[in-house]
Structure formats: C-alpha cells, structure tokens
T-cell receptor
Framework: DAKTTQPNSMESNEEEPVHLPCNHS???????IHWYRQLPSQGPEYVIH???SNVNNRMASLAIAEDRKSSTLILHRATLRDAAVYYC?????????????FGAGTQVVVTP | DTAVSQTPKYLVTQMGNDKSIKCEQN?????MYWYKQDSKKFLKIMFS???????INETVPNRFSPKSPDKAHLNLHINSLELGDSAVYFC????????????????FGNGTRLTVT
C-alpha cells in the first residue's frame, strides 16, 4: 500500500488558516486522497477526499499537487473545536472493500 | 439519533475473562468494520463484514470473533483476554463500495475503552 508522511504536530491561532501538508510520493493512479480527523475521546470523522482536482466542502479544502505526490488540507479559520489528529490516507479504488489504513497523523493544536 | 453506537463505552475486566462489545448502525450501510487503537494511538483495521459476510480479517488472533447477526450489527467477542488486548476498539460502517462508490466515507462510533488487568 502506498504510504503517506505528515508532520507530527502543528500549532495555529484561533481564526487563522491552517495548512496541513501530506506527502505521498508513491501514490498510484487508482489512489484517492482521503482526510479524516479524530477529536479527543471520539472516533475518526471523515473530512474530505479528492483525486486530482482541488476540492472544497463545508469543513475544509483539499489542494492536490499537479503530480499528485503531495496534498494540503486547508482549514480556513481554525476554531478550538478543530483541535484534533488529522489523518491523510490513500484509498485504493481497486481494493473493492476500500479499507482505510491510518498512519500517525498530525496533531493540530489551536490556541485562543 | 446516533449513527454508529457501541456498548459499553468502558470495559474493565481481568485477564482470562471473555467479553463482548456490541455495535449498531442506523445508516442503512452494508459494510461494517472493527478497528483497534492502541496506547500509541495507531488505528489498525481488524475485521470487515459486508452483508453479514466476513471480507477482511487482518491476522487477528482467533480469540477475537466478530459476529454479524444482520447488516446493522457487528459484535466483537473476545475470549481469554490478555493484557495486550487493552485498547480502544472502534466500530465503523460505510456504504458498500459497489453501490455507494469507492469513496464512501466510513462513519465511526465513539469507541469502547477496554482495560484488562
């Protein structure tokens, strides 16, 4: 399975944007890029996913490099509620059951 | 109206005991999963069921036996509990990849914290 690399932690001030990088240099053409986050004492929560084009939803934006070897999750205005571990995951669409393989993720700390 | 619910939330037991964790989803999904999150916070898939059939078994010891009585339930039974089984266990569900698309997101419960003493 293709792997992802993320920084261990990032800090941000409240109401400022947060850019979370993810490297996936061995990504294959059938891999989608998924992001999940895990708030303290909760299960992981889906954030966003994409293949080649940038994607936006109500939670975040996903910017994907042209060569697809890296991507960035953008939280436009961080709130205290966004403090969580963010996971960047490659999901192989040739795997019929689409299992998610989680890495260590990035711990996001938001300060008031 | 919780989408994926697990019971119990906390489970403390002694080595050698047998225990079960229950999971139910009301999202109408076809596929359910069990994940284990250890003390280092790594989340690893254990099992997946699709329409009550086992489809993923990630070399988990056979002391762990999942059971799916119907599409909305996936229970996890653990025999002869060991200290190393202490972890948080998460249940999740998703739409079948063939019907909901290959990128159907997983919906997770809030976990069951198992402590074996």
């Amino acid at each position: 399975d293709a792997k992802t690399t993320q920084p261990n932690s990032m800090e941000s001030n409240e109401e400022e944007p947060v850019h979370l990088p993810c490297n996936h240099s061995t990504i294959s053409g059938t891999d989608y890029i998924h992001w999940y986050r895990q708030l303290p004492s909760q299960g992981p929560e889906y954030v966003i996913h994409g293949l080649t084009s940038n994607v936006n939803n109500r939670m975040a934006s996903l910017a994907i490099a042209e060569d697809r070897k890296s991507s960035t999750l953008i939280l436009h205005r961080a709130t205290l509620r966004d403090a969580a571990v963010y996971y960047c995951i490659l999901r192989d669409t040739t795997d019929s059951w689409g299992k998610l393989q989680f890495g260590a993720g990035t711990q996001v700390v938001v300060t008031p | 109206d919780t989408a994926v619910s697990q019971t119990p939330k906390y489970l403390v037991t002694q080595m050698g005991n047998d225990k079960s964790i229950k999971c139910e989803q009301n999202l109408g999904h076809d596929t359910m999963y069990w994940y284990k999150q250890d003390s280092k916070k790594f989340l690893k898939i254990m099992f997946s069921y699709n329409n009550k059939e086992l489809i993923i078994n990630e070399t988990v010891p056979n002391r762990f036996s999942p059971k799916s009585p119907d599409k909305a339930h996936l229970n996890l039974h653990i025999n002869s509990l060991e200290l190393g089984d202490s972890a948080v266990y998460f249940c999740a569900s998703s739409q079948d990849q063939s019907t909901g698309g290959y990128n159907s997101p997983l919906h997770f419960g809030n976990g069951t914290r198992l402590t074996v003493t």
